[in-house]
């Protein structure tokens, strides 16, 4: 069975910085890339960034390139979004999700799996 547990998440003052990791198992994960979405109240769900197999493939939504990074750690089976200069409309469910291809891209729909997601409020 396949889950993708998310952490990290919590409460920080606009400026300020925050990481949210995933957590994969029941899967091949180094075979996967992988995506992380938000979602905010009243909101459709939004691609953030996704990283592929090896990890040197990146994409970014314009909305947050030059403020997150997204990593992995294929030997943890995990994924990382480091996310700087938090902005109040950063508050959001992040949402971590795999993909059975070696590229990430933005499409919701391509993803195969998604986690429950983890609360992220930015204050202003």
């Known amino acids: 069975q396949v889950q993708l547990v998310e952490s990290g998440g919590g409460l920080v003052q606009a400026g300020g910085s925050l990481s949210v990791s995933c957590a994969a198992s029941?899967?091949?994960?180094?075979?996967?890339?992988m995506g992380w979405f938000r979602q905010a109240p009243g909101k459709d769900r939004e691609f953030v960034a996704g990283?592929?197999?090896?990890?040197?493939?990146?994409y970014y939504a314009d909305s947050v390139k030059g403020r997150f990074t997204i990593s992995r750690d294929n030997t943890k089976n995990t994924v990382y979004l480091q996310m700087n200069s938090l902005k109040p409309e950063d508050t959001a469910v992040y949402y971590c999700?795999?993909?059975?291809?070696?590229?990430?891209?933005?499409?919701?729909?391509?993803?195969?799996?998604w986690g429950q997601g983890t609360q992220v409020t930015v204050s202003s």
């Open positions: 990283i592929g197999w090896g990890g040197s493939s990146t």
């Open positions: 029941g899967l091949t994960f180094s075979r996967y890339a």
């Open positions: 999700a795999a993909d059975r291809k070696w590229y990430a891209t933005a499409r919701a729909d391509e993803y195969d799996y």
